[in-house]
């Protein structure tokens, strides 16, 4: 790709995700679902304006770093310690949930199998797509709507992060039963050891950071090695430990929030995420998606699978989240805020179609799946708020 077809399509991404952006918010939506509606009218599935390619691939995983690694920095760390235990249940039955949904949903369409036949492994692997979350545009919204910092949205953020660990986990022993090299011992071991390193390492670049954000107070230079450490901290993640790497920004954004100049830091990160990188993230779910191609023989159970990929979720948290002692209202913006799916769940289906687990053909219900709950959640938790603020209103 050359450099005059990357500025064509870098400047068609900005000011059309800009538009379909401020579009949403006037018919009070959040922006980001304008967003995703911009990538799919300017990608193939309508206009082709724009062509996903590696370049636009990469501008977009440095998007959604930028965004983690923001949601870290606002994250309140006491809020944090007390709501983990919480965040862990509601990420077991949210895993957990989901992926007995969708075995049951590819047995109800291609029959019972025999389990550790072929075919039963690729019903528990299509249930393992579903078991992914990627609360990524879920923080976008809370951001919008200042509620990311609140208990609702602390816990929905640490069981989004226990969720991926789970989630790693779970895909690991599933394509251990296609391939008997994968070691899930190891991987388990692998996820704690990333974690109690970020811990006591953690420790360290703080301590750093707050002499150096004391002798340098409200300097450009502190936001510079709060970048760079969200980049160091996401490649470590996922190259040495086998995390995501969003994981390991959203761990280095909680390493530099108690830091006196975190808001600063925050600031200076999101000009770049909301000029450019933020954008592009968002378009690229609308840009990955063909709805030209939409496989007719599996229409239907493309449509049964975003349903039942989105219920699985808003049934498994929301009412675990209600056992765990939250209102209705706040058990149903953790069950919404969790079904949001992403590059997760098409990392998850490439990984099986490597591994000769499933057909191609799944995509078009992965994709679906990504598209409608990328634009459903910030839309119905804005709805939700909106209700919850209405009727404080109405009680006062």
């Known amino acids: 790709m050359d450099t005059l077809e990357i500025l064509r399509s870098l ?33 193939p599935s309508l206009f082709n304006l724009v062509s996903e390619n590696d370049f636009l691939a990469g501008m977009a995983e440095i998007g959604v770093i930028l965004l983690m690694f923001s949601a870290g920095l606002e994250t309140d760390i006491d809020k944090l310690k007390k709501s983990g235990g919480k965040a862990t249940v509601i990420a077991i039955i949210g895993v957990f949930i989901p ?65 991926d660990v789970i989630g790693i986990v779970v895909l690991t022993a599933v394509l251990g039963l296609k391939d008997p090299n994968a070691n899930l011992g190891v991987v388990c071991l692998k996820t704690v050891a990333f974690f109690a390193i970020s811990v006591v390492v953690g420790i360290i670049i703080f301590r750093v950071m707050q002499a150096i954000d004391r002798k340098w107070p409200h300097t450009r230079r502190i936001p510079i090695i709060g970048m760079t450490l969200a980049f160091v901290w996401a490649y470590i993640a996922d190259k040495y430990f086998g995390v995501a790497d969003i994981t390991g920004a959203y761990v280095a954004g909680i390493i530099l929030s108690s830091l006196d100049d975190s808001e600063y830091i925050d600031r200076k990160m999101d000009i770049s995420s909301y000029m450019i990188f933020g954008p592009v993230f968002f378009a690229s779910v609308g840009l990955q998606t063909n709805l030209r191609t939409v496989d007719l023989s599996v229409i239907t159970f493309s449509i049964a699978f975003v349903i039942v990929g989105l219920l699985g979720k808003v049934i498994g948290c929301g ?24 590059e997760v769940a098409l990392i998850v289906a490439q990984r099986g179609l490597k591994a000769e687990i499933i057909d191609s053909r799944y995509f078009t219900a992965v994709i679906l799946l990504i598209v409608i709950s990328s634009i459903l959640t910030p839309v119905i938790l804005k709805a939700i708020y909106a209700s919850d603020e209405k009727h404080q209103a109405l009680s006062s």
């Open 99 to 163: 992926l007995i949904f969708g075995t049951i949903l590819y047995m109800c369409f291609y029959g019972f199998q025999t389990p550790g036949s072929p075919q039963f492994i690729e019903a528990v692997f299509i249930g393992t797509i579903l078991t992914a979350t990627s609360v990524s545009i879920t923080v976008q919204a809370l951001k919008e709507l200042g509620k990311i910092s609140t208990d609702v949205g602390t816990t929905i953020m640490s069981a989004a992060i226990i969720d």
């Open 319 to 342: 009412l675990i989240s209600k056992v765990l002692k939250f209102n209705n209202s706040d058990s149903l913006k953790i069950g919404v805020g969790m079904m949001t799916r992403g």
């Open 11 to 43: 400047a068609i991404i900005i000011i059309s995700a800009k538009i379909f952006g401020l579009l949403a918010r006037k018919v009070k939506a959040p922006q980001v679902a304008g967003e995703i509606i911009a990538g799919l009218l300017i990608g």
